[in-house]
């Protein structure tokens, strides 16, 4: 009761407070979906991804060989980059139109086919050119660029005169003779002739005073060449070795007495 010693107040009972349902505390965790819950065709797709990547190195190589492929075709089998022109330089003696007939190359030709080595043996044939280069100029143009003999002598040839280069290749026939050029006679003038290759070193260690006063260098023999000079004057030679030093030795005697000058050993040269 109220007011007695050693009694307790009543407590009062505290309310209860209860979360409300709509707010409950949640964790989520991703989990695997089992292998019927993902459609069938997001499977497919999803198995084809790895393929792809893996492929896509294959398929640059295959699209970059058909590339090469289709630029080959056009290069080597088309007339697309075919010869269209040929230029022809430095052949005076055989004209443009001659080298290139002895070229024969077909117009329209791929430049990457034409064989630039036959094509130069072919021009190389023509007696007056001494050596040639072939060069293909893209697109369209076969260039041949010729390196023509160099007169140095001349033979009579009938009523003409046929003009020898240093090796003695007769290499073109003029019908007056040609200024500065001397005048050789020998039985069989040609490359592989020793006396007409001897003459030849006799006329290219001439000296200016002697050419002036040339008449014609005859042989025999490569052993028996004879230099005839102006004033029926006659330069006995010998043979064709130590042809400079004879050249000089003949030249101080010119201005001597006599009609023949032996140097045919040029240290104990004689004059008569």
């Known amino acids: ?32 979906a089992r292998p019927e819950a993902v459609p069938t065709s997001l499977r ?8 792809t990547r893996s492929a896509r190195p294959w ?15 056009v290069v080597l089998a088309t007339s697309v980059l075919g010869v269209r022109s040929v230029d022809v330089s430095g052949s005076s003696v055989a004209t443009p139109d001659e080298v290139r007939a002895v070229a024969a190359v077909v117009p329209g030709t791929p430049l990457a086919r034409v064989d630039t080595g036959a094509v130069a043996e072919r021009v190389r044939g023509l007696p007056s050119v001494a050596s040639v280069a072939v ?23 009938g009523d003409a005169y046929a003009v020898l280069d240093a090796s003695g290749v007769l290499f073109r026939t003029a ?8 005048l050789i006679r020998v039985a069989t003038p040609g490359p592989a002739d020793a006396t007409t290759r001897a003459v030849l070193r006799v006329v290219g260690a001439l000296t200016p005073e002697l050419r002036d006063r040339l ?32 050249a000089r030795v003949a030249t101080s005697l010119l201005n001597g007495p006599g009609g023949t000058i032996d140097v045919s050993a040029p240290d104990v040269a004689t004059v008569s």
Do not use: F
């Not at 019908?175 to 001397?182: D, E, I, V, W, Y």
């Open 44 to 51: 497919r797709m999803y198995r084809r991804l790895p393929r």
């Open 135 to 157: 060069i293909r100029v893209w697109p369209h143009t076969l260039a041949i660029e010729v390196t023509e003999r160099v007169g140095v002598a001349v033979v009579a040839a």
């Open 1 to 32: 009761m109220p007011g007695t010693r050693g009694s307790r107040a009543p407590r009062l009972a505290r309310p209860v407070v209860r979360r409300a349902a709509t707010q409950p505390w949640r964790r989520w965790r991703l989990v695997r």
């Open 215 to 246: 008449r014609v260098v005859e042989a025999e023999s490569p052993n028996r060449i004879t230099v005839r000079l102006r004033g029926d004057r006659v330069v006995v030679w010998g043979d064709a070795d130590a042809s400079e030093t004879k």
């Open 175 to 182: 019908s007056s003779r040609p200024a500065g050029l001397p």
């Open 59 to 73: 398929a640059y190589g295959a699209l970059s060989v058909a590339v090469l492929a289709a630029l080959g075709w």
